[in-house]
């Protein structure tokens, strides 16, 4: 008895795929991806992209894709996605695919898909890589201006620098005009602490003593 069964798997029917660009969603330099997801799915023997041929890329110049031009002018923009969607149901109700592969990151397709879904068609979105957003270069550090030494700084400067002293060591060594009317602040502590910039302070309470750390 001869074996049926090779002939009987030659003849068995392919899955028909039709792949479906959206040319103004979708780039060429992507057509290898998009082609490798349809192939999985079937034999594909429709090919075709919709939108206007100024501002599709490749996808005019290309063999295998049959263009559909949609003029993206005034008024017009989604021309592209309507002429799409016309062609995917005018295939479905001719019974020309099995499977619709529907390329575009636009996501008014929706309404197709749960349509063809409905229909017992199967249906693959393909959505094109994300591309990484450019690094942004980090704000330039601008240097904090120095602010101009007063009088009071000066001399203050010239007391610490040979060496520190203590917060009764420079009371004592700037008396004269109350502590108000040099500062302006209520203590040295406090103006020495406002102005950290310049001086530090290490130590606590009466051991405190005070360090010229500016320029």
């Not at 017992?120 to 393909?126: D, I, P, S």
């Not at 400067?157 to 002293?165: E, H, I, N, Y």
Request: hydrophobic share 45%.
């Amino acid at each position: 008895m001869t074996d049926l069964l090779p002939l009987a798997r030659s003849l068995a029917i392919k899955t028909r795929v039709a792949v479906l660009v959206d040319g103004d969603n979708f780039p060429y330099s992507e057509v290898n991806r998009l082609e490798t997801s349809a192939a999985a799915l079937g034999e594909l023997v429709i090919r075709r992209v919709f939108g206007d041929v100024k501002k599709v890329g490749g996808w005019p110049e290309s063999a295998s894709y049959q263009m559909l031009h949609c003029s993206a002018g005034f008024g017009k923009k989604n021309l592209a996605d309507m002429h799409l969607t016309v062609a995917a149901m005018d295939m479905a109700q001719r019974g020309m695919a099995h499977c619709f592969v529907i390329a575009s990151d636009d996501r008014d397709f929706e309404p197709l898909v749960q349509f063809l879904l409905g229909g017992g068609f199967a249906v693959l979105r393909v959505r094109k890589t994300a591309e990484p957003a450019p690094a942004e270069a980090p704000p330039p550090v601008r240097p904090t201006p120095a602010k101009a030494l007063s009088a009071l700084d000066r001399r203050l400067r010239k007391m610490l620098k040979p060496a520190k002293l203590s917060m009764v060591q420079l009371g004592n060594a700037m008396k004269g005009a109350t502590v108000a009317q040099q500062t302006g602040k209520a203590t040295w502590r406090s103006y020495l602490q406002s102005r950290q910039d310049l001086y530090r302070l290490e130590g606590a309470k009466a051991a405190t003593v005070v360090l010229w750390v500016g320029p």
